[in-house]
């Protein structure tokens, strides 16, 4: 058994660098690696790119890089929830690449599985595909779309074992799964650490071949966005 | 009289047939799901990671590992499960999700519709709606007929930057239920009490108006 | 809830026809779908074009089918464990297209994740790259593979419910979730099958959204192709 | 005196690195499980959809459901997870896994490999050897050095078709340790008591012979 565990996000973060290109797990709000996050605003690592399929809150998430400049640019399918992002999006001071949600985890999940393109009949005849090659297949128009290259992912998982190996919960599974497979340095963050052999193997979302570092998460905050209700009746 | 948005909503449930899986966008489509016609089985999927979607967690059950696309707070039903995002979209390009539901800035005559982007004004981002529009069978749009100045959002082309093109094939509005064939708009029913010279006012695009047109039934 | 059940292997099978396309799940004889084919078997259906890893051995699994020269075309990555399957292929008798397994996998995965074409170092400068298109990313060469098209998928899974969802047990995983994924009518069979609700929908391998039909099997015999053990000390 | 297959094996596994993922092919390459070098930890990944692979059942514990991709019975490892075989082939062709090792019928001193099929004769096919070769960073062949009609398996040029095209970097024999590069096969390692003139004689390729070469340790 390969330990990947590692003491906190401190230790997991070593190695980032000014100018690196990070995927963050995460929809919304839902599941974002929260001390990856703080600790990279702790570290003031700038001129980042991230790609990350929303921008966070103006105070939370990925919203906290916003708000300290240093993000260069997003990589993102949907970045309606943030008034600082549109403002410096719309100034020209943040460059942002919009693609669609299915397309960013594809090529997500073609990153970390060596595929380098695949066809996509997303955002075909849109600006989305503006210089890209398209082609038919059977009578339908598609787009070539392209593996991303990202030295770090910062993912965040549930329960995860000392091998490396994850679960998720609920919808906060989203990007992190295919994240995790994609980094070249792969950093997991988990609610819940155990050790190997307590996690029932059949069960496992992501084998811990594709994580270089775990650690135990803190104080988790797991804000909600739109908390909607049925009153009791 | 022009229709309330949950009756816009009220009105595409009764397209909804039996056994299908649906995607339904936020807004108006979203309240879809509170009108699901008596008798027939469907399933919400939510493209963040969810299928079998149920109503709102009753007060102080709320999970913020459990929301849907809009990020709102939701439930899961007996028979639903919970995936990760290549496998939601896996479903949906795969066309396994039999008809989507979503809102539109604008919808041109000929299938096309924008709905993410005002240049210079507006960047929200496409979110799903690109993959949803490129691969749906079925893709309902539900709008208001016209926009907050008054001026109608079925065009002859699209203004603005395009979601998806040709892919629409039915829009439910405040005004009518409209088709979309051969490059023009298909009256094909009013909303009661609307006239048909009222649709066709509010129509920028071509306009087809075949014979009697019905009055939606509720 | 969707209800997918049906009765049984019989009930399963209609509208199987000569001349179709089939996936069929299982790594060797594990897991494999020994319910539909002992029916298609039974159906007598001919001329089928037969998507499987593996050829199964002279009187088990799909060796059931070729014995009675039920298959026209085999579509594999690696048969040598069936004398039969040697004969009829080295005679002419039987189509044989073998591709690497990676690709085959992936390719049933595109099948049902509506990519009609990917691209994959696997078989560059060999004879499966012969016709096909080559091009290179990052320096590399990658051959572009193409999806199938099956009428059929049948799976063997351990645990589904009425909805339609799956779980698979151990290797005997392998094809069968993305042939599930892949099939125009994916035919399920099930070791255990249970009522909606009763599986963590946190723990689906498959969700029931790509299962048209699924049924309770019977009389498995499970049969091993290599028993090794350590001896007891 | 030449190798056994156990010393092949046992050889090979003096490669084995701290922390790597290695996938071990049919028939010698499966052997080298059983000599990891103390105080190094690897896992064994099995291309049907197994990570750390464990040793044979103990007898009467064997499962039908749990087997290797040599279709044998194994066990797993506290550690190790289950997954389909899109997602095993994912770590594969992702580089995910450090080391391939596997046997080959023929070997070329550029590196390409073939293994998988005598036209006309042989058929089995390649299963997952072309993804392995086609993607991993380090390749080594276990493989006898003549065949059983006495001819070298290092060649010149392959005869057969291709597995993979360039790929192979080490080549481990009952007689040699060779490493490939520019062209040729370099003798690294000689088998106890194996001198390079009887190497020199079972290799068809470009050998060179630089310096002293040293007797394999055990």
Redesign the interface.
């Known amino acids: 058994?390969?330990?990947k565990v590692v003491k906190n996000a401190e230790e997991a973060l070593k190695g980032v660098e000014n100018g690196m290109t990070f995927m963050l797990g995460g929809?919304?709000?839902?599941?974002i690696p929260e001390n990856c996050i703080s600790e990279l605003v702790n570290l003031g690592v700038t001129d980042l790119t991230c790609i990350s399929?929303n921008a966070g809150v103006d105070d939370f998430g990925l919203g906290l890089l916003l708000q300290k400049r240093q993000i260069k640019k997003m990589i993102?399918?949907?970045?309606?929830?943030n008034d600082e992002f549109?403002r410096q999006?719309?100034s020209g001071e943040l460059e942002?690449d919009?693609i669609?949600?299915?397309?960013?985890?594809?090529r997500?999940?073609?990153?970390?599985?060596?595929?380098?393109?695949?066809?996509?009949?997303?955002?075909?005849?849109?600006?989305?595909a503006e210089g890209k090659e398209t082609r038919e297949?059977?009578g339908?128009m598609?787009v070539l779309e392209?593996a991303f290259d990202a030295q770090f992912a910062f993912v965040k998982a549930?329960k995860g074992?000392?091998?490396g190996?994850l679960?998720?919960?609920?919808?906060?599974?989203?990007?992190?799964?295919?994240m995790a497979?994609a980094g070249k340095t792969t950093v997991v963050e988990v609610e819940e650490l155990v050790?190997?052999?307590e996690l029932d193997?059949?069960?496992?979302?992501i084998?811990?071949?594709?994580v270089q570092r775990i650690f135990q998460g803190t104080a988790y905050e797991?804000?909600?966005?739109?908390?909607?209700?049925?009153?009791?009746s | 009289m022009a229709l309330s948005k949950e009756q816009i909503a009220q009105r595409i449930a009764q397209e909804l047939q039996d056994k299908w899986y649906v995607n339904l966008g936020i807004g108006i489509p979203t309240l879809v799901a509170n009108y699901i016609p008596k008798g027939i089985d469907v399933e919400f999927q939510?493209?963040?990671?969810?299928l079998g979607m149920g109503?709102?967690?009753?007060?102080?059950?709320?999970?913020?590992?459990?929301?849907?696309?809009?990020?709102?707070?939701?439930t899961i039903l007996d028979g639903g499960s919970?995936?990760?995002?290549?496998m939601?979209?896996a479903m949906?390009?795969g066309q396994h999700v039999q008809l989507t539901v979503l809102g539109a800035m604008e919808v041109a005559q000929n299938g096309d519709i924008a709905n993410?982007?005002i240049p210079?004004?507006m960047?929200?981002?496409?979110?799903?709606?690109?993959?949803l529009v490129?691969?749906a069978e079925n893709i309902i749009v539900a709008m208001m007929h016209t926009n907050k100045k008054g001026e109608s959002k079925l065009l002859k082309e699209c203004s603005l930057?395009?979601?998806?093109?040709?892919c629409v094939k039915k829009v439910v509005t405040n005004l009518a239920v409209l088709e979309i064939k051969n490059g023009s708009f298909h009256l094909l029913e009013r909303a009661p009490g609307v006239s048909v010279e009222e649709i066709k006012a509010a129509t920028e695009g071509t306009l087809i108006v075949e014979g009697e047109i019905p009055e939606m039934q509720f």
């Open positions: 058994m390969i330990n929809f919304g709000l839902c599941g399929n993102s399918s949907y970045v309606g929830e549109e999006m719309l942002v919009l669609p949600q299915g397309t960013l985890a594809e997500c999940r073609a990153t970390g599985a060596g595929i380098p393109a695949f066809y996509t009949p997303a955002g075909y005849g849109t600006e989305v297949f059977n339908k598609y392209h549930w074992d000392t091998a190996n679960i998720f919960k609920g919808t906060a599974r989203n990007f992190n799964p295919m497979m050790e190997a052999g193997p059949n069960q496992i979302h084998p811990g071949i594709f797991k804000r909600i966005e739109q908390r909607t209700v049925t009153p009791k | 939510s493209e963040n990671g969810l109503p709102f967690p009753i007060e102080g059950a709320e999970d913020a590992d459990l929301i849907n696309a809009g990020k709102q707070t939701v919970l995936f990760d995002s290549a939601s979209f949906i390009r993410w982007k210079g004004r960047v929200k981002g496409m979110g799903g709606a690109m993959d490129a691969s930057p395009l979601t998806g093109v040709g």
